[in-house]
């Protein structure tokens, strides 16, 4: 269990119960039970003089989901074999709006990833204030290697059960880990297909059929404005600080985009394989590249190093090299306690989690121990979700907004997030406790409007 910030022994007793009660709740779900522990730790000190949250089983209720969907896929390979995925929709939450979140695909899907998303997505749509529930969604299924055709024919299937369940008042999946602009496409024609409804059900389309401008760019450009904020807010600047980056997909390659645009350095980025290092801060030429190369042709992260004379590939992750900010940008847990210390002792000012809850619950309490000024994926990838949400409203009303607009309301949305952390995370000494404000701005929202619909 990890650290209460503050409360009292009766607190810590019923928290423990709390814990120990989703654990045997959920077992076999380590990633769920992680999820709802940590918040749980901020969350419960706020709580001890509000009696009505507990009365109503307020954090027991938002603890289960309203409602787990999970279904076979059965789909054709180029071959003529009939293969057999399994298909699942979380929906968690739906206090303030309709369920919004990602969908997955990729060989470690299980309900308890998909629970500890779509339990996260909870808190973080409720941050960005917009009116969005939480939900996620995925397949074991891994695209990579596969044709176009056969990622065509998994979506096609794939969205053939999930079409009952969605709506653009009901749930509004979006892409993830997998799923990008491709399989949004075929997803959204078999669903235009089967409902004959040309409606924004899905969030990450193309802006041919109802997409927005500047989703793609979204949550890695959203991580390093709510980056700067924090640096901000602790009197620095991100200009001329040097950032680690990990992952290579849209997050990652985004996030090295707007680091560069806003003087600083992004020195790494990488994919399963190892990562890739550039000592000087990665030009605006070798990130295009990347892109590309992840986008189009799909290859592998240590193609930079034969391509670009000042980068080097290595195997493993990229925690090790010396920098002022990191920012994880790939998947859960990928930030030990381990490279937590090597982190610290290369005297790191600042950790913004761009992927979901990609650093363990032992280095985050390292980072807290530390002074390291520690942003949580709740608040700092909101971005990508919060775009996402204005693609709803701009389907909802047959609209299109601009890209400079777009950009600063994201930019605006950021700044909003990061204020109402500070508001409820501010320490007298030391920097500001964001994982406690982001859980609990997110928390109240959530809260009082379950507790306006009585038991239900």
Same mark, same amino acid.
């Given at each position: ?27 076999? /779900? ?39 969907? #999970? ?54 749509? #409720? ?152 000592? %000087? ?32 590939? /290595? ?100 700044? %909003? ?40």
């Amino acid at each position: 269990m990890s650290k209460l910030h503050a409360g009292d022994s009766k607190t810590n007793e019923y928290l423990q119960r709390y814990i120990e009660g989703v654990a045997k709740r959920n077992p076999g /779900q380590p990633e769920f039970c992680q999820a709802v522990n940590e918040v749980a730790t901020t969350v419960f000190p706020y709580l001890a003089d509000k009696p009505e949250y507990h009365e109503n089983q307020i954090l027991e209720r938002m603890a289960e989901p309203e409602r787990v969907i #999970s279904f076979r896929v059965p789909w054709t390979d180029d071959d003529g074999r009939i293969r057999t995925n399994r298909g699942w929709r979380v929906q968690f939450n739906s206090a303030i709006g309709p369920y919004k979140g990602g969908v997955r695909f990729h060989p470690s899907v299980n309900e308890s990833i998909l629970k500890f998303l779509g339990f996260e997505q909870t808190f973080k749509n #409720s941050l960005t204030g917009l009116p969005m529930g939480g939900g996620k969604g995925g397949a074991n299924f891994n695209p990579k290697g596969k044709s176009d055709n056969e990622v065509m024919r998994f979506c096609q299937s794939f969205i053939t059960e999930l079409y009952r369940h969605i709506g653009e008042d009901t749930d509004v999946p979006a892409g993830d880990i997998g799923v990008g602009g491709r399989e949004i496409g075929y997803m959204f024609g078999q669903y235009k297909r089967i409902t004959n409804r040309f409606v924004g059900v899905l969030t990450g389309k193309g802006l041919e059929f109802g997409g927005s401008k500047m989703r793609t760019e979204a949550t890695g450009y959203g991580a390093i404005f709510f980056l700067r904020s924090m640096l901000a807010q602790h009197k620095d600047s991100i200009e001329g600080k040097s950032v680690l980056v990990s992952g290579s997909g849209n997050v990652a390659t985004h996030a090295c985009e707007k680091v560069l645009q806003l003087g600083g350095k992004a020195l790494t980025m990488s994919d399963s394989g190892g990562f890739i290092h550039c000592a %000087d801060g990665f030009s605006q030429e070798q990130i295009d590249w990347v892109k590309e190369l992840k986008t189009v042709r799909r290859g592998r992260i240590s193609e930079a190093a034969d391509e670009f004379n000042n980068i080097t590939f /290595q195997e493993g992750r990229p925690w090790g090299v010396v920098g002022d900010c990191a920012v994880p940008s790939a998947t859960q847990n990928e930030i030990s306690a381990d490279d937590a210390k090597t982190l610290i002792k290369n005297g790191v000012k600042a950790v913004a989690e761009a992927a979901n809850m990609p650093c363990e619950q032992v280095a985050v309490d390292a980072f807290v121990d530390a002074g390291v000024i520690f942003g949580p994926a709740k608040a700092v990838n909101a971005g990508g979700v919060g775009v996402s949400g204005l693609e709803m409203s701009q389907n909802s009303g047959r609209i299109s907004w601009g890209e400079d607009e777009l950009r600063k309301l994201l930019e605006n949305m950021m700044k %909003d997030i990061h204020d109402s952390c500070v508001q409820y995370g501010e320490s007298k000494s030391g920097p500001v406790d964001y994982l406690a404000g982001a859980n609990i701005a997110g928390f109240v929202k959530v809260a009082d409007a379950m507790l306006s619909y009585g038991h239900v």
